[in-house]
């Protein structure tokens, strides 16, 4: 009996003996990548890098790298928090039609890792016609605006859309146009100028729906563009969505007589500050819609180059 005890014990522990050892937990990354950068202007382009880790390693920071392929030295740049699943920073004061290089470096509680290297062209300089922004599908809109394949959305605040992370990164895509336009002083029509921000994407396109504005002799009261902020309005005290305002393609005018209504448009339509069929006919003309045409939130005095519109931005 002590014998065969004695046997089984023997055999269960050479059984032990031969069980292959508890894999160890994975550790490092999962994945360091960085991506074609998406080339938000001329001289603009946003670096991406999609990073993740196994359990027990956290990261720390985040910066990218980029030169010129021809440079010796690399210009050292901080990533935003994490958006749109990926870590990215907005670059600015590239050449034209320049190769450069790129990659990221990730410090955990760890180590420190780099990604691979990666090559990308910027485009031959170019300005904007009038019509270049006239497209048929709101995809094709975004493309446009944003750069490579923006899906149509309305975007959160922390959650934007490349290269418009806070007010400093969105700014760098508006600048300044002058406009004419008919001022009423006096019970005269005067015809003065006016200046405001504007995608430069936009600008030549605002330019040209202004002048014929001006020829219909339309008086401008006042005008409100570019501002980064999120939407605003009776219903919607709170919200995080991002105001088409703060990506520079919303322009509101006479905001005073065209205001913001519930399901009606309650304007004094015989104010000479109501906006006519004809003035929206022209923003249609050129790309833009109207919120004075949206179902329940009518905004008469916005207009949008976006037309996904639900609410009013």
């Known amino acids: 009996m002590k014998k065969r005890v004695l046997a089984i014990l023997?055999?269960?522990?050479?059984?032990?003996?031969a069980m292959p050892a508890a894999r160890a937990a994975k550790s490092g990354p999962k994945k360091i990548q960085v991506y074609t950068p998406v080339m938000t202007d001329n001289k603009m382009a946003v670096l991406k890098a999609n990073i993740s880790f196994y359990k027990g390693e956290r990261i720390k920071n985040v910066y990218f790298y980029y030169k010129k392929a021809n440079a010796k030295k690399y210009t050292k740049v901080k990533s935003n928090p994490k958006s749109l699943g990926r870590y990215m920073?907005?670059?600015t004061g590239l050449s034209y039609n320049t190769e450069y290089v790129y990659y990221v470096k990730v410090t955990t509680n760890k180590k420190t890792y780099k990604s691979k290297k990666l090559k990308f062209t910027t485009p031959k300089r170019r300005v904007w016609s009038a019509t270049d922004p006239i497209f048929d599908t709101v995809e094709e809109k975004y493309a446009y605006?944003?750069?490579?394949?923006?899906t149509p959305k309305t975007y959160k605040l922390g959650n934007p859309p490349p290269g418009y992370y806070l007010d400093k990164e969105a700014r760098k895509h508006v600048i300044s146009v002058t406009v004419p336009v008919w001022r009423i002083k006096n019970k005269k029509y005067i015809s003065d100028t006016w200046t405001f921000k504007i995608?430069?994407?936009l600008a030549n396109?605002?330019?040209?729906?202004?002048s014929e504005i001006y020829d219909l002799r339309f008086p401008i009261a006042d005008i409100t563009t570019y501002k980064f902020r999120a939407i605003g309005g009776p219903g919607l005290a709170g919200s995080r969505s991002?105001?088409?305002?703060?990506?520079?393609?919303?322009?509101?005018?006479?905001r005073r007589v065209n205001g913001y209504y519930i399901g009606y448009d309650g304007?004094?339509?015989t104010s000479p500050y109501c906006l006519t069929d004809e003035v929206v006919d022209v923003f249609k003309k050129y790309g833009w819609v109207w919120d004075g045409d949206a179902p329940k939130y009518v905004d008469t005095?916005?207009?949008?180059?976006?037309n996904d519109i639900t609410v009013t931005p």
Do not use: P
Request: net charge positive; proline share 0%; aromatic share 12%.
């Open 10 to 17: 023997l055999a269960t522990a050479m059984c032990f003996c």
């Open 89 to 91: 920073k907005q670059v």
């Open 145 to 150: 605006l944003f750069g490579g394949t923006t």
């Open 199 to 201: 995608n430069r994407k």
């Open 205 to 210: 396109n605002v330019k040209a729906i202004f």
């Open 242 to 254: 991002i105001s088409k305002h703060s990506f520079g393609c919303a322009i509101d005018i006479n």
């Open 267 to 269: 304007r004094d339509k």
């Open 301 to 306: 005095m916005h207009f949008q180059y976006l």
